[in-house]
Nanobody
């Protein structure tokens, strides 16, 4: 079965950095786009960043562009999110997700509805 296990969350100060990891198993990892999404208290799931299966084309929500970097290592079956210049509004539970279709294009990459599995999440808190 599909398993997505996030790690690396924690407490950071404003301006600090965290690196999240998502270990994937149970599917052909290198065939699927992957994304990170987050959910702050009282809010819906917000797409943050996505990466296509080749690891080359990467996209970001405007709120994190220039601060976060998504990457993947297909050999390790792992996707990462490097978060720099953290802000208090980045506080959320962060999830990684697997695209439902290996034919996913940009039209679906940024839509949380295009992902059929999400991990359990890792908590990120940004405060002083």
């Amino acid at each position: 079965q599909v398993q997505l296990v996030e790690s690396g969350g924690g407490l950071a100060q404003p301006g600090g950095s965290l690196r999240l990891s998502c270990a994937a198993s149970g599917f052909t990892f290198n065939s699927y786009a992957m994304s990170w999404a987050r959910q702050a208290p009282g809010k819906g799931l917000e797409w943050v960043s996505g990466i296509f299966s080749d690891g080359i084309n990467r996209y970001y929500a405007d709120s994190v562009k220039g601060r976060f970097t998504i990457s993947r290592d297909n050999a390790k079956r792992t996707v990462y999110l490097q978060m720099n210049s953290l802000k208090p509004e980045d506080t959320a539970l962060y999830y990684c997700g697997k695209a439902k279709s290996f034919l996913l294009d940009w039209g679906g990459l940024h839509r949380v509805e295009a992902y059929d599995y999400w991990g359990q999440g890792t908590q990120v808190a940004v405060s002083s």
